[in-house]
């Protein structure tokens, strides 16, 4: 399996920015598809960014589109999300995912096999 940690989270004014990492540790970060999901208190847990395994493609939800991108870098077995323009909406806890499945759906929760902790992101107005 893979441990996957996410960290970077913080307060931030509406307008600014933050990334967040995603240290993997465990079986090859290779192997796994990676994705970004985040959840506000109240709400359910809601799809944010995907990213293949070689980093080639990526998926985003209609709401960060454009002012978020999903990267990685295999070597140091990271997965990043920059965060642009940040809006209060945006504030959530934000889970990194691993998913071993090389096709599905990879807006949809149980795609993801291994999950992390989570990192608080506050955006204030």
């Known amino acids: 399996q893979v441990q996957v940690v996410e960290s970077g989270g913080g307060l931030v004014q509406a307008g600014g920015s933050l990334r967040l990492s995603c240290a993997a540790s465990g079986r090859t970060f290779t192997m796994y598809g990676m994705g970004w999901f985040r959840q506000a208190p109240g709400k359910e847990r809601e799809f944010v960014a995907a990213?293949?395994?070689?980093?080639?493609?990526?998926y985003y939800s209609d709401s960060v589109k454009g002012r978020f991108t999903i990267s990685r870098d295999n070597a140091k077995n990271t997965l990043y999300l920059q965060m642009n323009s940040l809006k209060p909406e945006d504030t959530a806890v934000y889970y990194c995912?691993?998913?071993?499945?090389?096709?599905?759906?990879?807006?949809?929760?149980?795609?993801?096999?291994?999950w992390g902790r989570g990192t608080q992101v506050t955006v204030s107005s």
């Open positions: 990213i293949s395994r070689t980093g080639g493609s990526t």
């Open positions: 995912a691993a998913s071993k499945y090389v096709s599905g759906r990879v807006s949809a929760a149980p795609h993801y096999d291994y």
